[in-house]
Structures are given as C-alpha cells and as structure tokens.
C-alpha cells in the first residue's frame, strides 16, 4: 500500500508554497493550488509522494529520453566525480571527458561540424549562438547585417537574447522582449496556415516567399541568421509543410543568412533520425542540442559551428586577443562524462532501431485511438514526438477560447488517470516519451488519455463549451 499523503504545516507541499518561485506556473494560484511533489522515478514512469504512479507522455520536459533512472549514467557521473569533479575551459585548460564528448558530436554531426562550445541549458547555447552570428559578421566587417530571424510559436528559450528569439507571447509579454533586431516569419503549420486549395508544397513556397519579402524589407545586408526547430515543440509540434526547408534555405543562401538548427527537442533519435536535421532535410551552419545529450541526468548543452563559422570567430578573437565568452560551468566534467556515457548508450542499444519500431507504433496508434475523436482537430508527428490539437470546431479548425483552458484541464485529467502530460497553446497534448517506450507502455499511456479525453468531453459539453455528439 502506498503511504498516506504527507500534510500539514511541515510536509513538501507547504514548503514548497511557503519557498519555491517556480517557472512556468500561475504564482498567485500557486499559493492555493500548490504542488504535485515528485518523488522517484524508474523506466518511463515517476511517482509522486502519495505513491502515485504516472507515465511521463513527455519524459519530464522531452528529455529524459532514457527515462528515470541507470545505472550506467549514475556510475558514469560518480566516477567523474571522484577522478575530477570540476575543471573549467578558460584560458586554454581542457580535460578528457569535454574533448571526448566535442570528438564524438562532431563525429555524429548531420553536416561536416568544425568545433563544439558547451553550456548548460538550452537557452544559454542559442545566446552563445546569437552571440557567436554577431561576433562573426563583426569579424567579416559586416557591422550591419544583425538581424535574426526567429518563427512565430518558435521556442528557442527564455534568457534575453533567446527569448527574443522566441515566438510565443508568454515569453514575451511583460518581460520586455524582444530585442530590437529580432523578427519572427510565419508558423509553418499546414493544419491552421494553408489557404483553400492550397497543397502542402504551395504553403511550403509560401512560407519561403513570405520569408524572402521579410528579409528584402529589412535589408539582406541587415540580416544575419534563421534559427528553426526542424520540428517545432513547445509551440505544438508542428511538423514543417513537404519541401519547407529546402525552400527556406535556398532564400537563406541567396541572401547569405546562416541556418541555425535549434535540435534541442529534435536532436538523438527524437524525430526517428539521429537529428531533426536529418529528417527535415537541413543543412545547418550551426546546430544547437541539449536536453538528450545527457538523457537530462545532469545539465549540457552544446553548439556545434562549421569551418565557415569558426574561423570568422578564430580571427576576430585573435585580433581582439580573446574570446571573450564562456561559462564557468562550460563543458563541465561531470555532466560531460554522462553526456559521453549517453550517447555510447543510444550507440550500443541501438536506440534509433527501437525508435523506428516504437514511434510508427505510437503515430498510428494515436491516430486509431485519437483520430475520429469529435475533440480532436488534428494528430500529427513522426518518431517519438507527436501532438493531439483538441479543437471546438473540427470542420473549421477553429480553437477553443483560450479562457477555458481545455488543454491544462485535459492535462489535470491525464494526471488523475496516471500520466503525466503536456499541452501547448492551443489546446496540443504533446507526446514526447522516454524513447525507451515499449509498446505495452505506449497501450497502456494511451489507454489512460483515452479516458481522460473523454472525462473532458463529458465535462466539456456539461459546460456547453463543446457542442459534441
Ligand atoms: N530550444 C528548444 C527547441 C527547446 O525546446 C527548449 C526547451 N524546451 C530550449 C531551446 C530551451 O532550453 P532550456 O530550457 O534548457 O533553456
């Protein structure tokens, strides 16, 4: 039996009430609603303090992607921790687990990749990233050509300079970005975007039109860099219209404005290919990746520049006598050596095989169980990421008022059933499992949503904000 659920002034919950800023939360109900207090975790699934199991739809935040808990990641870090616990990478110093896991990410690289800068999350790689375009057009004497060019419902992170990069408003409303130089160009989502008539491969041409036109309205001697998600996350998983990159990156070249592949999600195996990149068919100048580098264990991230790139940042760097930019936790010892012991996992498991079993599985088997829902607008993905857009209106494509709230109720739901899930703007239950998923785990994930989608129906139409059958 699972133990009673700890109370009172001194348990978990309280304090974290009385201490804990989280992100991403509602603050004010926080201090009435308080939190779900996990407590361990094995395979796909946590449970919480009460005993309660749940599988994680989206390993924690579509990372864990060899679940929650191994023994080899555990070994790995304890060794390192004892041989050297930290080092740093100033001034010229190096240490072996960075050199291995830079050696071993150039050797997996999508495109021929020449160096690899480390940092620690997500967000601080694309400011290293904006920082290193910046730099170079610098060093190449092109003082004016800063702009970069981020997507609407792109998420590239919340520091400053990514942030702006950012095309969600939560990450911009009252935090007083985006930077000025920052420009966002049209979602490439088919489902909502498409005029009638119109076939995947004309939204494509679209897209990339609408993207020319920006980049002549700024002035192409203005504009540096394009980051893209090759499968956009956090703004709903939207998959790319057929031929959408090659498009975009023939106005990029024409231009010459860098491609930045944001592979955070995307990046060791997510899409069914080792990097998004591939499966979108990208050529990046630089690559972004963090999250599944290390399953998550301990926090890295890495940006991987081409020859192009490193050496405008080689000379301008030499001329100034420094560069003059780094973390001190930059290519840390300890989450290196699980890095390390990661990918040799992904490697030696043959993780990508497993993918290419499990994600059709899971692709299909939403659209069996989800497709003919009357909430359910759209099921789209590929590999092991995939999003369920509930919708009020399925003939139109129209959304639920954001008022009601109906993907963080259909989440609540999902949590009472056992799962942990997700849901982005617009109502998208978002699906991003450990890829160690089985197919019984995948049954029984599904199963579990199944009855929540429908526990929402009921209530929904109870409400009168669906009008279902
Ligand atoms: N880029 C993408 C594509 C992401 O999905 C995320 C996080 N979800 C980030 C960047 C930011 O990463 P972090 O939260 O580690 O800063």
């Given at each position: 039996m699972a133990p009673p659920p700890p109370s009172g002034a001194n348990s978990a919950v309280a304090r974290d009430i009385a201490n804990v800023l989280h992100p991403y939360t509602d603050l004010q109900a926080h201090q009435q609603v308080g939190p779900v207090v996990i407590s361990h975790g094995k395979g796909v699934k946590v449970w919480d303090e009460a005993g309660k199991e749940y599988i994680e739809s989206v390993a924690g935040l579509w990372c864990a992607a060899l679940g929650f808990d191994n023994e080899r990641l555990v070994q790995a870090a304890t060794n390192q921790m004892r041989k050297l616990p930290f080092y740093h990478a100033f001034t010229a110093k190096s240490h072996e687990p960075m050199i291995d896991l830079a050696e071993m990410l150039i050797q997996r690289a999508p495109v021929p990749m020449s160096k690899v800068f480390f940092a620690n999350s997500g967000s601080e790689a694309n400011d290293s990233a904006i920082k290193m375009v910046w730099y170079l057009n610098n060093a190449l004497g092109r003082h004016q050509k800063k702009k970069i060019i981020g997507r609407l419902k792109g998420y590239h992170g919340i520091t400053i300079g990514s942030a702006s990069l950012t095309g969600l408003p939560a990450n911009h409303r009252s935090f007083d970005v985006p930077l000025p130089g920052f420009i966002h160009t049209m979602t490439p989502h088919f489902y909502h975007g498409a005029l009638p008539g119109e076939s995947e491969e004309d939204f494509a041409t679209r897209c990339a039109d609408e993207l020319e036109k920006t980049i002549l309205a700024e002035g192409p001697d203005t504009v540096a860099a394009m980051w893209a998600e090759p499968i956009m996350g956090a703004g709903g998983v939207i998959l790319p219209p057929k031929g959408y990159f090659p498009k975009i990156q023939a106005v990029l070249r024409k231009y010459d404005v860098l491609m930045v592949a944001d592979e955070v999600i995307c990046g060791f195996w997510r899409t069914g290919n080792y990097w998004g990149s591939q499966t979108l068919d990208i050529q990046p100048d630089i690559l972004v990746c963090a999250k599944a580098l290390s399953s998550s264990f301990l926090p890295i991230s890495a940006v991987m520049v081409n020859d192009k790139v490193f050496q405008g940042l080689a000379s301008e760097s030499h001329t100034i006598g420094t560069f003059g930019h780094g973390f001190t936790y930059s290519g840390h010892p300890v989450p290196a050596a699980v890095a390390i012991e990661t990918l040799k996992i992904y490697d030696e498991t043959k993780i990508g095989d497993h993918v290419k079993t499990v994600g059709p599985y899971l692709q299909s088997e939403l659209r069996r169980i989800f497709?003919?829902?009357?909430?359910?607008?759209e099921v789209r993905g590929t590999g092991l990421i995939a999003g369920v857009e509930l919708v009020k209106d399925k003939a139109s494509h129209g959304n639920f008022d954001p008022a009601a709230k109906v993907g963080i109720r259909m989440t609540k739901l999902c949590e009472e059933n056992g799962v942990i899930g997700r849901a982005s703007m617009n109502d998208v239950i978002c699906f991003s499992p450990?890829?160690?998923?089985?197919k019984e785990e995948i049954d029984e994930m599904l199963k579990r949503m199944r009855k929540a989608l429908d526990e929402l129906t009921v209530q929904l139409r109870r409400e009168q904000i669906a009008v279902v059958g």
């Amino acid at each position: 039996m699972a133990p009673p659920p700890p109370s009172g002034a001194n348990s978990a919950v309280a304090r974290d009430i009385a201490n804990v800023l989280h992100p991403y939360t509602d603050l004010q109900a926080h201090q009435q609603v308080g939190p779900v207090v996990i407590s361990h975790g094995k395979g796909v699934k946590v449970w919480d303090e009460a005993g309660k199991e749940y599988i994680e739809s989206v390993a924690g935040l579509w990372c864990a992607a060899l679940g929650f808990d191994n023994e080899r990641l555990v070994q790995a870090a304890t060794n390192q921790m004892r041989k050297l616990p930290f080092y740093h990478a100033f001034t010229a110093k190096s240490h072996e687990p960075m050199i291995d896991l830079a050696e071993m990410l150039i050797q997996r690289a999508p495109v021929p990749m020449s160096k690899v800068f480390f940092a620690n999350s997500g967000s601080e790689a694309n400011d290293s990233a904006i920082k290193m375009v910046w730099y170079l057009n610098n060093a190449l004497g092109r003082h004016q050509k800063k702009k970069i060019i981020g997507r609407l419902k792109g998420y590239h992170g919340i520091t400053i300079g990514s942030a702006s990069l950012t095309g969600l408003p939560a990450n911009h409303r009252s935090f007083d970005v985006p930077l000025p130089g920052f420009i966002h160009t049209m979602t490439p989502h088919f489902y909502h975007g498409a005029l009638p008539g119109e076939s995947e491969e004309d939204f494509a041409t679209r897209c990339a039109d609408e993207l020319e036109k920006t980049i002549l309205a700024e002035g192409p001697d203005t504009v540096a860099a394009m980051w893209a998600e090759p499968i956009m996350g956090a703004g709903g998983v939207i998959l790319p219209p057929k031929g959408y990159f090659p498009k975009i990156q023939a106005v990029l070249r024409k231009y010459d404005v860098l491609m930045v592949a944001d592979e955070v999600i995307c990046g060791f195996w997510r899409t069914g290919n080792y990097w998004g990149s591939q499966t979108l068919d990208i050529q990046p100048d630089i690559l972004v990746c963090a999250k599944a580098l290390s399953s998550s264990f301990l926090p890295i991230s890495a940006v991987m520049v081409n020859d192009k790139v490193f050496q405008g940042l080689a000379s301008e760097s030499h001329t100034i006598g420094t560069f003059g930019h780094g973390f001190t936790y930059s290519g840390h010892p300890v989450p290196a050596a699980v890095a390390i012991e990661t990918l040799k996992i992904y490697d030696e498991t043959k993780i990508g095989d497993h993918v290419k079993t499990v994600g059709p599985y899971l692709q299909s088997e939403l659209r069996r169980i989800f497709g003919d829902h009357p909430l359910v607008g759209e099921v789209r993905g590929t590999g092991l990421i995939a999003g369920v857009e509930l919708v009020k209106d399925k003939a139109s494509h129209g959304n639920f008022d954001p008022a009601a709230k109906v993907g963080i109720r259909m989440t609540k739901l999902c949590e009472e059933n056992g799962v942990i899930g997700r849901a982005s703007m617009n109502d998208v239950i978002c699906f991003s499992p450990p890829l160690i998923i089985s197919k019984e785990e995948i049954d029984e994930m599904l199963k579990r949503m199944r009855k929540a989608l429908d526990e929402l129906t009921v209530q929904l139409r109870r409400e009168q904000i669906a009008v279902v059958g």
